[in-house]
T-cell receptor, first 117, second 111 residues
Framework: KAGVTQTPRYLIKTRGQQVTLSCSPI?????VSWYQQTPGQGLQFLFE???????NKGNFPGRFSGRQFSNSRSEMNVSTLELGDSALYLC????????????????FGPGTRLTVT | SQQGEEDPQALSIQEGENATMNCSYK?????LQWYRQNSGRGLVHLIL?????REKHSGRLRVTLDTSKKSSSLLITASRAADTASYFC???????????FGSGTQLTVLP
């Protein structure tokens, strides 16, 4: 099976702009989570989607939002970018569902490196 | 915020030696997982241990979990240069897929 894919891999934006990142989970995985990684704060949970619904949300401002489509692909959006939003954004998928079984292991994509100038 | 701390923050060993990393966490958990990250890339899942398990093995990896002390350790035996990476523990509680990560240990294996 193909792994989790994220696009784009690298992105440079200017303060005040907005950005949309995309994530395609492993086939059959319906849970998609997003994480932000920075040198100062480490790895922090942003939100999790399952069956097109946000199931959990981390402690991030409303500028951070996401959605999930019927094919389980997910996007996250950051509006009004700030310098502090520069980070590696990681998407992870996990198997969940009565038909395909369930697992707590999460499989991560390569990440999108966002730089805000 | 991060669940807990990993210790040591950095570890440098010779190839063939064993590497031990420790993780402490703060709240009750459902399971604890260990991940590896190579130089700013995505995380690779290594092993998951459930809260009712005390020890688990996978190849050269051995993980222990002590829920009374809220701590876990990862042992990598016979380390190789390719094991050089950052290692993170991550916990989850209840049925949520949300992971709370530790601060990570940077392991360097010298050839």
């Amino acid at each position: 099976k193909a792994g989790v894919t994220q696009t784009p891999r690298y992105l440079i934006k200017t303060r005040g702009q907005q950005v949309t990142l995309s994530c395609s989970p492993i086939s059959g995985h319906r849970s998609v989570s997003w994480y932000q990684q920075t040198p100062g704060q480490g790895l922090q949970f942003l939100f999790e989607y399952f069956s097109e619904t946000q199931r959990n949300k981390g402690n991030f401002p409303g500028r951070f939002s996401g959605r999930q489509f019927s094919n389980s692909r997910s996007e996250m959006n950051v509006s009004t970018l700030e310098l502090g939003d520069s980070a590696l954004y990681l998407c992870a998928s996990s198997l969940e569902g009565s038909a395909g079984g369930s697992s707590y292991e999460q499989y991560f994509g390569p990440g999108t490196r966002l730089t805000v100038t | 915020s991060q669940q807990g701390e990993e210790d040591p923050q950095a570890l440098s060993i010779q190839e063939g030696e064993n590497a031990t990393m420790n993780c402490s966490y703060k709240t009750s958990i459902n399971n604890l997982q260990w991940y590896r990250q190579n130089s700013g890339r995505g995380l690779v899942h290594l092993i998951l241990i459930r809260s009712n398990e005390r020890e688990k093995h996978s190849g050269r990896l051995r993980v222990t979990l002590d829920t009374s002390k809220k701590s876990s350790s990862l042992l990598i035996t016979a380390s190789r240069a390719a094991d050089t990476a950052s290692y993170f523990c991550a916990t989850s509680s209840g049925s949520a897929r949300q992971l709370t990560f530790g601060s990570g240990t940077q392991l360097t294996v010298l050839p």
